[in-house]
């Protein structure tokens, strides 16, 4: 399995940007379809944006459309998260994952998660 480390969270105010970076160890990051999860105290883990192998498809939930922005580079083993526009709802833990076989938008479909990092936005 592949090993993730996610960094880049912090607090920031509405209407502010961060972007989250995963880095992955192992020499097969390429072939793993990627995730970006969230959880907010007392709720359940969210989907929010995933990535084919090779970057060509991505996908999002609604709730960040237009705002989040997924990309990875193959050559550095390295997924990140950006975004823009951020609002107080958009607090939670964010995790990165990883799925070797399925690509979909079900935290059950991933089987390597990283520690989670935490992003608090301010009214």
């Known amino acids: 399995q592949v090993q993730l480390i996610e960094s880049g969270g912090g607090l920031v105010q509405a209407g502010g940007s961060l972007r989250l970076s995963c880095a992955a160890s192992g020499r097969t990051f390429s072939s793993y379809y990627m995730g970006w999860f969230r959880q907010a105290p007392g709720k359940e ?23 989040f922005a997924i ?10 998260l950006r975004m823009n526009s951020l609002k107080p709802e958009d607090t939670a833990v964010y995790y990165c994952a990883a ?3 399925y690509f979909g938008s079900n935290p059950a479909d991933y089987g390597s998660w990283g520690q989670g990092t935490q992003v ?3 009214s």
Do not use: C, H, M, P
């Not at 084919?52 to 609604?62: E, H, I, P, V």
């Not at 990309?71 to 990140?80: E, F, G, M, Q, V």
């Open 71 to 80: 990309s990875r580079d193959n050559a550095k083993n390295t997924l990140y």
């Open 45 to 67: 883990r969210e989907f929010v944006a995933r990535i084919s192998w090779s970057g060509g498809r991505t996908y999002y939930a609604d709730s960040v459309k237009g705002r």
């Open 120 to 122: 608090t936005v301010s």
């Open 99 to 101: 799925s070797q076989t």
